[in-house]
């Protein structure tokens, strides 16, 4: 049973959590943990969260899930850990697993947490970006999953599995290398076309009418949340500076075929690429 | 009135303008060119065009659509207009507009061809890629307007309205500017996104499960058709070899930031970028 679930950070991945959880286990009270005042209150308002809760109650947790900043994650969950019973399980879902995985590595109550990164989400942030079944078929990466005892483990990946989550199991090192590939990157590419055309184009308005869908797609993820982002690029700066070298050098090398005039070369470059189309239908 | 309409290229403009067409003007006859066989008969099973054609038909015809490639067109342009009686009008719907209004600026037919670029597509290709209503509230750049003889241009222009397209008038320098930054430059930075993750983990097939609408959206662009889209930077090369520059430029300034431990820089720039929420606000 899992009637006492606390979430901490009531946002877009928190409270659409929160949202699924509540329609399967509609028995259990989801207590609502966050800085802001008013995002609690939006949350109340909203019937995402029943209640509003404290640190300190989470001794009475059966379930803590923590979606907050990565850097703030690492911070806090010791602090979550030490309070929690026995019977808890304290769960992350940040986009970066190998510090958080560290920063417990030896604590006491280490065999009741577990690491994950549910990977779904919008450009937009904070409660009112919460919607259901944003889990629904997607891929949650669930790192070290040996080290967290196996009854509480059990409970929590039901409950995910019920609102949809397709479970994939992987090291802290090698989930932080891939999704830099998969995800940060995707996030700097869109920032970085965004900075571009703003500052070529913010002294003619009207041009911002040429944009088609296809720049509207290619740049949907700059809308997203610099406080989110900036920690996760820190923490996994590593990684992510491997992607940057490997994409600056990649356009780079398209840009000096286009000025050698080699098209031959530029049409092959596409059509090599092409072959995203496949790896996508694998997937969706 | 235009009885006889023909389209050069059945694919995916081409033939989403013959459906759209065909709804507000039932009685037209919507001729279709093609070098692809294939092509012509899957639109004429499509119910996309009413019969085949060939080029020593134009002159019968009231209005030519040129949707191929934009080498091939600015090769077929001369061509066509040699062919077209005083009544009949040509329109161009390439991505580039300064080579092909070139190609024709002196051609005793100037004023029957009409030079336009509706900024409208998906990612895919060919007459099954055709769909209706794709014109709906995009916007058709016409550059040089005042070279087309007005009778002509007036009635384009108003079918063009009724299937959804809202006109922007613009000289071709300008188009072939600012659709650098708009539209060339977020397919660059597609392809080679997908490059860069392909060649990372091409043999590492399970990673694609870490996919998530993020990489899904920022990369749709890498499906895009090489044979499309080769001329087109073929074309334009000096403006988007300027584009890929400046790309670059930021994205090595952004990789230097998070060398340097700047991530107050990198959480600037990108809140800074976020103002592309309120300009993509603004278009749709």
Redesign the interface.
């Known amino acids: 049973m899992m009637q006492n679930i606390y979430i901490i950070g009531i946002g877009l991945i928190g409270g659409s959590l929160a949202l699924d959880i509540k329609r399967k286990r509609p028995e259990a009270i989801i207590h609502g943990i966050d800085n802001s005042e008013d995002h609690l209150n939006q949350a109340l308002e909203l019937n995402i969260i029943d209640e509003k809760a404290a640190l300190d109650d989470l001794e009475k947790a059966d379930l803590v899930i923590l979606s907050i900043p990565v850097d703030a994650s690492v911070e806090l969950l010791p602090r979550v850990l030490d309070r929690i019973s026995d019977f808890g399980l304290v769960v992350d879902v940040g986009s970066t697993k190998l510090d958080i995985c560290e920063i417990v590595k030896e604590h006491p109550k280490r065999r009741n947490f577990l690491a994950m990164h549910p ?5 937009f942030s904070g409660p009112k970006a919460a919607i259901p079944d944003l889990f629904q078929h ?2 949650n ?1 669930v790192c070290e999953v040996e080290k967290t005892a196996f009854k509480l483990q059990e409970k929590a990946l039901n409950l995910f599995s019920e609102i949809g989550m ?1 479970m ?1 199991y992987m090291n802290p090192e090698s989930h932080d290398k ?2 830099a ?3 940060h ?17 913010k002294n ?21 949340s ?2 989110m ?3 996760i ?2 923490q996994n ?1 590593e990684n ?2 491997e ?6 050098a ?3 090398q ?2 000096e075929m ?2 050698k ?1 080699d ?1 031959d070369g ?12 496949q ?2 239908n ?3």
Do not use: C, Q
Request: proline share 2%.
């Open positions: 990977i779904a989400g919008t450009e997607k891929t990466i397709r994939r891939h999704i590939y998969m995800s990157l995707s996030h700097i590419s869109s920032f970085m076309l965004g900075k571009t055309v703003i500052e070529k184009e003619e308005r009207d041009i911002f009418d040429m944009a088609g869908s296809g720049f509207e797609s290619t740049v949907r993820l700059a809308k997203s610099p406080a982002w900036t920690p690029f820190k700066k992510v500076i992607t940057l070298e490997d994409y600056i990649n356009l780079t398209f840009k286009m000025e005039d098209f530029v049409y092959n470059e596409m059509k090599d690429t092409n072959y995203i189309k790896i996508l694998g997937i969706s």
